[in-house]
């Protein structure tokens, strides 16, 4: 039997969202019972592999039940320090992990790895601290990530309780989130690398029996980091729930889907940017294929790829739903635990072939009537540089919209509102809707000049365009309130805090209208929010 190193597996298994490689074949159940039967114990390397499959397969239990055993034979073997090691690490206990492997076993190369490897982890997670709600527990750096705890509390909670009704799962012991306050630490508990991410936007994973993400301080204009903790909630529902069976391709379809559960009552729809892609795919029929997204889709080559990969998995959950809901879901779910593939658990849940069902798929999706978006564009994400403008005009790759917004943005700091406006009605003229920081630029100059209605007019078509670009929820918190509407200006903020909530200007802006509303309570949360992260900075009274 082929033997490889953790390093190896662990490059393999370690992409987003992705499926643990199996390295080692099941080993028979009856193992544990061979010493009560009066027959020969187990050896101590048939029981570690029986554990790591275990371990595989998100079975914790099991595989605590089977270190226990080694332990107790052969408690001084590397066999047994490792695997207890590995067990305390899937528990979310480093230290513990580490303890047992410090100064040995030296005659065992995969303990000495993992060792380096939990070391090299437990620089970030010694850092940590720890805030409990009923379900998680989740790790941050002290500063100004505390900002995001009771944000994170709201959507895990209510993400258990809604996906645990859909896909009949619930935790049954608190679940480890933790918060990687540097993209260094990010990389090194995910294996991905600053190119991967930046490509794909891959800024989480579902591994290890956690979820790992990256803090949205570390990203030039934060992310949906609310709905991506639904996300990785989902891929940790589904590897527990399928023994960590399911392929990626109906994984990140199904986490998708389900991503926004915690604020909504239907699954997650299609975005403009996914139709507009899709329609491109079914004109030139260039789908990207299941097999292509294996071993993750955070390894396609260009960020258009990811989206459009994204796209497709999403559908093709949304067909499967159309077709019998979550009691087909779970379906589905249930033949992959029990030991189908994908494929056949699929087809026998739509009673028909798999390959009929990727036609049916299509079909569906050519009923749709997607259309192209002239000029739509798949943002890419942006890793915070020092010193770095959020709405920088030199991160607009076309030429002639960059010198007129450049123009533009030169006049108004000129205090020449009028001819600003000019230069960045120009730069949409040549851009159209493929520019969200152009769009807001120009919006931002109608809500200056008094021109509400085009200001607004504007937003909402950037808003619909590109709904994660928190600039928009943000100018458009500012005109709702100028319009005298408090309560549309708190959802606008609100949601901008769900995409960035390291802007304090959102916090103060939340304080003061929901002061203005009577609501006292919301006001000292955006009030404490704020000075967590002012703290040692200017102070800035609501």
């Known amino acids: 039997m082929r033997r490889f190193s953790l390093f190896t597996v662990y490059c393999l298994l370690s992409s987003v969202c992705c499926l643990p490689f199996v390295a080692y074949c099941l080993l028979p159940s009856d193992l544990l019972a061979s010493e009560a039967q009066g027959t020969a114990a187990p050896n101590p390397y048939e029981l570690y592999h029986l554990g790591d499959e275990h371990l595989t397969h998100w079975e914790i239990e099991e595989a605590e039940e089977v270190s226990r055993t080694l332990m107790g034979l052969y408690g001084d073997s590397p066999e047994a320090l490792y695997l207890a090691s590995k067990v305390k690490f899937y528990l979310g206990d480093y230290n513990g992990a580490i303890k047992l492997l410090e100064g040995r076993p030296k005659d065992y190369p995969e303990g000495r790895e993992f060792l380096v490897f939990l070391t090299r982890m437990y620089g970030t997670a010694r850092d940590f601290a720890e805030y409990p709600t009923p379900h998680f527990l989740l790790r941050y750096a002290p500063g100004k990530d505390e900002v995001l705890l009771d944000y994170a509390q709201e959507a895990l909670e209510k993400a258990c309780m809604e996906i645990g009704k859909d896909l009949d799962f619930f935790p049954k012991d608190k679940v480890v989130v933790e918060i990687y306050p540097t993209l260094e630490s990010f990389s090194a508990a995910s294996t991905l690398t600053r190119k991967e991410i930046e490509t794909s ?315 203005e509303m009577g609501q006292e309570e919301e006001a000292t949360a955006s009030i404490n929010r704020l000075a967590i992260l002012l703290k040692g900075e200017r102070t800035i009274t609501p």
């Open 201 to 515: 936007g891959a800024v989480a994973i579902c591994h290890f029996n956690r979820l790992m993400v990256l803090s949205p301080r570390l990203l030039l204009r934060g992310y949906p980091w609310m709905d991506t903790l639904a996300h990785e909630y989902v891929h940790y529902v589904i590897s527990h729930k399928t023994r960590n069976l399911t392929p990626i391709w109906f994984h990140e379809g199904l986490a998708k889907f389900e991503e926004s559960r915690w604020k909504s009552a239907e699954g997650r729809d299609l975005t403009p940017v996914q139709s507009h892609l899709l329609a491109q795919a079914l004109e030139s029929n260039s789908f990207i294929t299941f097999e292509e997204m294996h071993p993750s889709i955070a390894k396609l080559k260009s960020r258009e790829d990811a989206a459009l990969a994204f796209a497709e998995v999403l559908s093709s959950i949304r067909y499967i739903v159309k077709r019998g809901g979550y009691p087909l879901l779970n379906e589905i779910l249930q033949g992959i635990k029990g030991g189908k593939g994908v494929e056949e658990a699929v087809a026998d849940g739509l009673a028909t072939s798999f390959d009929d069902f990727q036609g049916a798929w299509h079909s569906y999706l050519h009923g749709l009537g997607l259309s192209k978006i002239p000029g739509l564009q798949v943002m890419a994400t942006k890793i915070k540089e020092p010193g770095k403008k959020e709405d920088s005009p030199m991160e607009i790759e076309a030429e002639e919209t960059r010198r007129f917004t450049t123009l533009g943005d030169t006049l108004s700091e000129e205090n020449r509102p009028d001819a600003a406006l000019l230069e960045y009605e120009k730069a949409h003229q040549h851009s159209g809707l493929g520019s969200p920081q152009v769009l807001n630029k120009l919006a931002n100059s109608y809500l200056f000049n008094g021109r509400l209605e085009e200001a607004e007019r504007l937003l909402n078509e950037t808003m619909n365009s590109y709904p994660d670009y928190v600039s928009t929820y943000v100018t458009l918190g500012e005109l709702h309130k100028r319009e005298g509407e408090p309560q549309r200006a708190i959802e606008n903020y609100l949601e901008a805090s769900h995409i960035n909530p390291f802007n304090p200007i959102v916090h103060q802006r939340l304080a003061i209208l929901y002061r």
